[in-house]
């Protein structure tokens, strides 16, 4: 059990570092962020739709009745066309899933400070103000429709930070939780 939370926070704080690299980018090229992210995600979707077509016509054949790769690979293709030439539209959606996100991250730090101070750990009280600006800056994120590129970037930015700091806490305790 001590193995896979070692494990969990040390891909939190990747995560984390990722999406502090995400922040930093929006904020200094906020003009272009949303262009570039929308030809990146569009563009996955695209490689991602060339792959299960191509792996439809390799397996022609064999298990016809459940390969459905084909209507897979060509969904992906509109999906990332689409993704690469609506960047406005990938902003509002982006903008409403890092609210999410973030949220849902705020929340589980919050029990798990919650935990902290059950366990007895001292540094409890600085997890739970962390959880609550990650839930904040989610909440921000999620209502504030006007919100731009920069702002944006600056509440990932700032998610990532207090999530970095709540997962080195995590990963220093993780043998008192147990």
Known sequence: MKNLLKKTGWADIIMNII????????IIKTDSATKIISFIIGGIF????????????????NYDLYNYDLVYGIIAIIIGLITATCGNLIESILRIMIGVWMIYSGLLRLVLSLKLHKGNVNIWGMSLILSIIIIVAGLYMLFQSSALVLTAGIMILIYSISDLIESVIFMKYVNDLL
């Open 19 to 26: 999406f502090a690299i995400v922040g930093v980018f929006m």
């Open 46 to 61: 695209i490689v991602i739709g060339i792959i299960k077509i191509v792996d439809y016509f390799i397996a022609k054949g």
